[in-house]
């Protein structure tokens, strides 16, 4: 079976750098992915994105070495279990606010006799080779999101479940659970001193702890935190920022008439 890289790069004490893709495209995402991020994840939660398109997603960020991992839209084993047999590598399930959410979320994604999904991985085989029903289970990696006031005070317990790889942590929904205002990087302090500890208890569970970022420096700063997982912008806020870069760029050389002409 094709090996998991990020796997391989939690196993040798290194953190990966995560795309994010939001825009329901093949050929962006195919884009992105020959640019050598380590991982994508194709957004089915807050991504315009739906089921057929991510399949389309996943065939073109097979191309690359880049890993192909999904956000689903929720902890249902219709989403998780589609999306493993489209070829995700990763899965990422928002909202896990109790022990009960982490054990459906292992059952879901684990052949029996660890979990009860069910078999059908239709383009897991071409992504994954012949092999891949032996080997599932211990390949795909499965992320919890820890992002509620009730996710956080049973964060410990969670982490003990067996067959969980890792958590995520989104600050804007972790933010609004604490009263405080949403963001991703400069969080209030109760949002920060969260984050620490979410992080801690991963690191005294053995699991790898992932965090989203707006900016490259935050995701700097985070990795040397102990994080192995940072997603750094979007393809979506790649496309916008690039394109006012760019006309920033060309609006102070024009004349301040106006636009340019021809």
Known sequence: MRTNRLKQIWANGGAAINGWLAIPNGFSAEVMAHQGWDTLTVDMQHGVIDYQCAVDMFTAISTTSTVPVTRVPWLAPEHLMK????????????MINSVEDAENLVAWTHYPPRGSRSF????GLLYGGPDYPDHANDTVAVFAMIETRDGLDNVEDILRVPGLDAVYIGP??????LGCRPGFDDVDKPVAEAIEYILAKAKEHGKVAGCHNGTPEYALKRIEMGFQFVTVSSD????ASGSQALLGQMRGALPASGGATY
């Open 83 to 94: 999306a493993l047999d489209a070829g995700a590598y990763g899965v990422i399930c928002p």
């Open 120 to 123: 059908g991985p239709i383009r």
């Open 172 to 177: 804007s929904d972790l933010s609004l659970a």
């Open 236 to 239: 979506s806020r790649l496309l």
